[in-house]
């Protein structure tokens, strides 16, 4: 099945700077890559996604860039500011057409410092 | 339009109890989902339904059971409830092919 490792764990900068989330995946067959953010208490909530036919994808501050041919894809949030602070997810997703599976990388804290 | 609503959002059971955590959707999405959420292991699929009458197994389904008899319903019963599985729950549902899931705000579950 699909494996998606995400790095780093826990992520701390300064209020203006970048902050770069990076994950990989095992099946080439993946199709589908959103991102998730999760705040305290609240449940995921999707904030992009980029399919495999596309390289890379915008959203005011947020980016997302695919490498489909080295299996890995990252987030970019540009300008952070406090309210940025959270969990983020990536996560792949293979739609078979029959079904799919959405398989989540273990999560990055997100600290955004004044 | 409510979304996911997962009901109820805190839950404290005692080992061998059993109990049914609700979701509902009202977006008349085909695929639903149960994740569970524990520290430092991201989200596991426990089962899935890509439409009523079908359900299948994901990652770690052992202790759950789901069922699917119309398009907005998903609920997971636990048939004996174990310390193991106390986690934070959530429910989350799609259009058919490869969409956003939209999450509930989840069930946090203690097993004592």
């Known amino acids: 099945g699909e494996n998606v490792e995400q790095h780093p764990s826990t992520l701390s900068v300064q209020e203006g700077d970048s902050a770069v989330i990076k994950c990989t995946y095992s099946?080439?067959?993946?199709?589908?890559f959103p991102w998730y953010k999760q705040e305290l208490g609240k449940g995921p909530q999707l904030i992009i996604d980029?399919?495999?036919?596309?390289g890379e994808k915008k959203d005011q501050r947020i980016a997302v860039t695919l490498n489909k041919t080295a299996k890995h894809f990252s987030l970019h949030i540009t300008e952070t500011q406090p309210e940025d602070s959270a969990v983020y997810f990536c996560?792949?997703?293979?739609?078979?057409?029959?079904?799919?599976?959405?398989?989540f990388g273990t999560g990055t804290q997100l600290k955004v410092e004044l | 339009n409510a979304g996911v609503t997962q009901t109820p959002k805190f839950q404290v059971l005692k080992t061998g109890q059993s109990m049914t955590l609700q979701c509902a959707q009202d977006m008349n999405h085909e695929y639903m989902s149960w994740y569970r959420q524990d520290p430092g292991m991201g989200l596991r699929l426990i089962h899935y339904?890509?439409?009523?009458?079908?359900?299948d197994q994901g990652e770690v389904p052992n202790g759950y059971n789901v069922s699917r008899s119309t398009t907005e319903d998903f609920p997971l019963r636990l048939l004996s409830a174990a310390p193991s599985q106390t986690s934070v729950y959530f429910c989350a549902s799609s259009y058919r092919g490869a969409h956003g899931y939209t999450f509930g705000s989840g069930t946090r579950l203690t097993v004592v």
């Open positions: 099946d080439s067959a993946s199709n589908y």
């Open positions: 996560a792949a997703l293979r739609d078979t057409g029959g079904g799919n599976k959405l398989t």
């Open positions: 980029i399919r495999s036919n596309v």
């Open positions: 339904s890509v439409g009523a009458g079908i359900t």
